[in-house]
């Protein structure tokens, strides 16, 4: 009866919103306000979250979702897909698909839907399966709608609302409601709230008539500018375990008891080894390395997402016995480890990616995508990724840096954030002999030295075959035709982390001629060649993420039957944005040296300043071409 009920509101406001006799509007494309097409490869008619809670293990979803899609790339706006797995039960799922005009051309039941694992092939067991459907138009615009209600045991995930999903997307009319037929408490935050959505008392929000949103160049990332209204049940279930969320404190102290005790146990042959190692180490950072090391040494990571939710880490000694394990038991285990030899350590959920993403710290709710550990130390946190086999010890840059992390401790959670790399962190430094002939050609030796951010950047080559590194190098500097690379050699400090590159290669005709004369560019090895497009009317405010220095020094040699005929000396820019630099020096009758030094500083700036900083950068692409002109001495 309650689902009866449910199906009936979710009609009653489909009829209200179109009209009683305009509803079926909803299935033909003509009908889509003009306004809403613009910048739109899709557009979402209508869209309905229905949200029942029942108990802290009973939660149904019922989803309603009509979108008219113009043309492939507004396809994956239909998100025709359900997860599930034990505690989730599929109880309807259907599809119809209209013409243009709104006739049905096609109707998929749930027996018809693709079934497959929801994880990759990296991943060595998971009891997570998904539920799609992937429709291959023969003709654009067409309408697709999509139903389903989905019953959860589990109650930690309650679905979000991001009634604008993507760029692109039109939203004619979008809602979401919450129907609490239980005594818990429930937590909302919405933000931002500057889209016209209505909400009410009654846990019911809704937005309407919404054009898509056109992509710009250093936007920041969709989810800070689009509205999203995080839930959370105060007291929840996750696949049989329950648990309280009043703050991060609360679900800090349910993940420490619930999740990890009792899985730190270790083989008495391992924690012999692991004191033996550290024996006569008095620093605790020292005796950390070693365990990272032995770690490293020992380990692999493959993804196992079974357990509560995915989110309780296997024992640390079955870690040890297999020699692998997903985030969360590798992160266990060298805390495990670590506890060995007297170095606390915590449990640590983030959002892993090269995008920085963090965890809302004035919000609890069940997120993050992966799990680090974090060392205390008095001056700072040193926070380790175990599932690699190659990063530096307390190097974080490019995955888990610059971002608000969730520490695990046993009085309860806390919200702290991982290191920034400033510009000064994450330096490229590149040095150059150059020795230039009468024809234009030259060979030279390169070096190049990377740290924080760019050391990210440039790692992982030196595991490459020699024709894959001949390959990057030459993509690296694809501005120098006809590069030939001779020689590679490359070490990666990982104790100061620092990347080490050195190349010999050589060139034919990279200056051009004029009559006697040659014209080169000196900066050969480091230069920025795309300027930002270039908006008559900029809508977004924009974002640089990470913030860089490279230093550039060239010494230039050229035969002593050419002289200088034509040389600046340099330019200076300093802006908010960042800084630049060059300068060209005489240092001998046919020896040049050319320094440069470019810093971009991270920061959000509005889409007023956005003018200002494409001339910045477009004062460095045009400095950065530079010419000398050397003519032949009589």
Known sequence: MRSIKIFQFVALIFICFFGSSQSEDAYIALTVPVELKINANAVVRYDSQVIEINDFNDMVVFTKRIVTVYNKYGDKHINAVEFYDENTNIKDLEIKIYNKLGNQI?????????????????????????????????????????????????????????????????????????????????????????????????????????????YETFSPSLSEITPLLKVALTSFNMEGVPGINNNWQDFGKWMHDKLLVGTDDLPQDVIDEVKALTNGVDDKIERAKIVYNYLQDKTRYISVQIGIGGWKPIAAEEVDRLGYGDCKGLSNYTKALLEVVDVPSYYTVVYGSDDIKSLDSSFSVTEGNHVILCIPTEDENIFLECTSQSNPFGFTAGFTDDRAVLLVKPDGGEIVH????????????????????????????????????????????????????????????????????????????????VFNEKVKLSTENYASKSGPRLILQPNIFNRVTKIPQRYSDRQLDFKIDRSFKDTDEFIITFPSSLKIEAMGEGETLNTEFGSYMYKLEKIEDNKIKYTRTYVLNKGNYTKSDYKVFRDFMKSIVKYDKTKIVLVKSN
């Open 418 to 497: 991982t290191k920034t790399y400033n510009a000064d962190d994450s330096v490229q430094n590149t040095y150059a002999t150059v020795d230039l002939d009468e024809t234009g050609s030259f060979s030279a030796d390169v070096s190049i030295s990377t740290t924080g951010y760019q050391y990210h950047l440039h790692e992982g080559i030196q595991n490459e075959t020699t024709r894959d590194q001949q390959m990057y190098y030459k993509d690296y500097w694809s501005h120098i035709n006809n590069l030939s690379i001779e020689a590679i050699d490359i070490e990666n400090d990982k104790d100061a982390i």
């Open 106 to 214: 096609k109707r998929i039941k749930k027996n018809e839907f693709s079934d497959q694992s929801a994880v990759s092939g990296g991943t060595l067991y998971s009891d997570s399966r998904v539920k799609f459907y992937e429709y291959k138009p023969i003709d654009y615009p067409y309408t697709i709608e999509f139903v389903s209600e989905v019953k959860y045991r589990s109650t930690a995930f309650v679905p979000q609302w991001r009634p604008i999903s993507g760029y692109y997307l039109g939203v004619q009319y979008s809602e979401y409601k919450i129907i609490n037929n239980s005594d818990i408490e429930i937590r909302k935050k919405l933000s931002p709230r500057h889209f016209n959505i209505e909400e009410n008392t009654e846990d019911y929000y809704q937005i309407k008539n919404t054009p898509g949103i056109k």
